[in-house]
């Protein structure tokens, strides 16, 4: 797949907007500030893409863009931001994990967390609830070069081990949106779950 052919296609602002149910979709998923706008401009060449910040909670909307006719990518707001009143928390995890188990295009969640901050809570429900809805998952240990290589290896194995539990289709890698480390990994993953 060619993904710098990414085009922004429509901000959502909840699940009920999304793009017509058809086709293969990716969904970009993680808590805020982890790197899910980085990731989804590194995967696609192109720098502005997808809005990023220093603040965390700047993605609100759901943003969706094209691949092909058939294919697409979606970066879903991020959780966990603790100044968002709590109403509004639990309505987007109930939107969230409803966009899981309904969403008949989707095909493969990609779950982002900081390589330092890793398996908070709510990524455990997320990854939870992406199993239990019988999705693959590609977790995504974000800002790698926040760290040496040994305590990069060693909290990949030691997310690797985890994840176990799960018992789900769960790959985990590290990834840095400064360097590219790691690009070629995602790109083979997303490659395998868009051929489907
Ligand atoms: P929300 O949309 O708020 O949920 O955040 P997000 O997950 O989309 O995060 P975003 O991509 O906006 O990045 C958050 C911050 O982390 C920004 O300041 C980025 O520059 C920084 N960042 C993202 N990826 C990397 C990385 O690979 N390495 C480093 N060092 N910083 C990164
Ligand atoms: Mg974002």
Do not use: C
């Not at 987007?92 to 188990?101: N, P, V």
């Amino acid at each position: 797949i060619n993904y710098q052919r990414a085009a922004f296609l429509t901000s959502a602002p909840d699940i009920k907007a999304l793009p017509a149910d058809a086709g293969i979709e990716v969904a970009f998923a993680g808590r805020s500030n982890a790197g899910k706008s980085s990731a989804l401009n590194t995967l696609t060449r192109q720098n502005s893409l997808a809005r990023t910040s220093k603040t965390p909670g700047r993605t609100q909307l759901i943003n969706t863009f094209s691949l092909d006719e058939h294919r697409r990518l979606i970066d879903l707001p991020g959780y966990g931001f603790a100044k968002v009143p709590l109403a509004v928390k639990e309505k987007w995890q109930k939107s969230l994990a409803e966009y899981l188990t309904k969403r008949a295009s989707l095909k493969g969640i990609v779950v982002l967390m900081d390589i330092r901050h890793p398996l908070k809570d709510l990524d455990q429900d997320l990854i939870h609830w992406a199993v239990d809805s019988e999705l693959p998952v590609l977790i995504l240990l974000t800002k790698s070069d926040k760290l040496g290589p040994g305590a990069r290896k060693k909290t990949l194995f030691e997310v690797r081990d985890a994840t176990l539990a799960f018992m789900g289709d769960i790959t985990v890698h590290t990834f840095s949106s400064l360097n590219k480390q790691g690009l070629a990994d995602l790109e083979q993953v997303l490659d395998l779950w868009y051929q489907a």
